[in-house]
């Protein structure tokens, strides 16, 4: 979770959203990075973070325009996650953010947490396992809470079976084994009525969903794998990917508000779009250490974050690069049609001028927008493409997302 900053000037740097400049690049006297538009990777579905009604206060709309709008100070979301509550009765507190939310176009995924505590092993909301008698019944409660959404205008993308059926925890959950994902992928899952993705493990671990994968048939019902990367770092997922199944990581959390924590958010986000993730989600939307402060203000890692959810919108693919020219510099690219985006990262203390060469492009030049210690994606100056090259100064600690124009 971690903040970038980046400068492109010799001379001059400037911040603001409304001022640009054409600068000239700086000495070519580091590292090159290669965008290949050419070898175009995954597709991206987008960015976003969870609103758990219930456990938090709903987002006002103020927050919902903050989260989910692409202008200057705004996040740039397109994903919406959310929790199924156990109890039937308690949909509804779903309805208004997500109904307002998907009216912005936003993406609406929803996990529940524990089935009905009446079709589990230990009748309680906290722990157990579902019984396998139960399993057409939880199809059936899925459908009515994918059902309910569809009727109060907030449809769903997709579905989740459940919330980290690896955690041992004291608050909602259920233990699932692969097998039971399997059998309730194979007989149950067509039932649901929407899209349905599983497992949702705590550590990515692909044991939980191999066995679904492993069967043609049943690997036909996966909408996507998704999956969280608490105590794990992100990796390939080589099964899913042959079997053509996009990759989602669902959930993540860092409770340090530092601004060495907050670069750590731009750099986990790197991380998993380079090993093929379609998409990347945050926990709460709304919390000190999330995107959005309690007072409602964005916060560092919600800046962090818009560098990558403001510019690379749902329909853009990865696209690849040459592996890390310099220390503490990463970089991807992503692109749609004749648009292109790149985001570096520096995570080093001292400034590096970054050269980039983009083979067969159009592009004749790009505007950083760069976030760090004392920057929120600021809109900064414009630099000039020349022979497919031009050369960036990063600053200390930064991202910087480069459009072009």
């Known amino acids: 979770m971690k903040y970038f900053s980046m400068v492109l000037s010799l001379v001059i740097a400037i911040s603001g959203c409304s001022r640009k400049s054409i600068v000239t690049a700086p000495p070519d006297t580091n590292g090159s990075t290669t965008i290949y538009l050419d070898n175009t990777q995954q597709i991206i579905r987008g960015f976003g973070a969870a609103n758990i009604v219930g456990w ?17 100070g705004e996040l740039g979301f397109s994903i919406m996650r959310l929790r199924i509550p156990p109890d039937s009765t308690q949909f509804a507190i779903n309805f208004p953010s997500a109904k307002a939310a998907s009216a912005m176009g936003v993406t609406i995924i929803a996990t529940p947490w524990t089935p009905p505590r009446w079709m589990k092993s230990n009748k309680s909301n906290i722990g157990g396992i579902l019984n396998a008698s139960s399993y057409a019944a939880y199809a059936g409660f899925l459908k009515s809470f994918a059902d309910t959404m569809f009727n109060n205008g907030a449809p769903l993308y997709a579905i989740s079976v459940q919330n980290e059926p690896d955690a041992n925890v004291t608050y909602e959950s259920c233990s699932w084994s692969p097998a039971g994902f399997f059998n309730f992928m194979k007989n149950n899952a067509p039932s649901v009525g929407v899209p349905v993705f599983l497992p949702e493990s705590m550590r990515f671990d692909h044991a939980y969903s191999d066995s679904a994968l492993s069967d043609p048939a049943v690997a036909a019902n996966v909408a996507f794998i998704g999956g969280h990367i608490y105590g794990t770092s992100p990796s ?38 380079n090993v093929q993730m379609s998409a990347y989600l945050w926990w709460y939307i709304v919390r000190y250490y999330g995107p959005i402060g309690e007072d409602g203000v964005v916060t560092k890692r919600g800046y962090v974050m818009s560098q990558f959810a403001r510019f690379i919108r749902p329909g853009f693919h990865r696209v690849s690069t040459s592996a890390q020219s310099q220390a503490n510099i990463c970089v991807t690219a992503y692109k749609n049609g004749s648009k292109v985006v790149i985001v570096a990262l520096n995570t080093g203390s001292s400034s590096v001028n970054q050269r980039f060469v983009i083979p067969n492009s159009a592009v004749v030049s790009f505007t950083d927008y760069v976030t760090s210690v004392d920057k929120n994606c600021t809109q900064g100056t414009t630099v000039q493409v020349n022979g497919g090259i031009f050369i960036a100064t990063l600053a200390p600690s930064s991202v910087t997302t480069f459009v072009s124009n």
């Open 56 to 72: 938090r206060p709903d987002m006002t709309p103020s927050e919902i325009q903050t989260a989910f709008g692409t202008g200057p």
């Open 236 to 273: 390939l997922y080589p099964r899913a990917i042959a079997m053509g199944k996009e990759v989602w990581m669902t959930e993540y959390l860092d409770l340090d508000t530092s601004w060495a924590a907050v670069v750590g958010t731009a750099k986990s986000t790197n991380d998993c779009m």
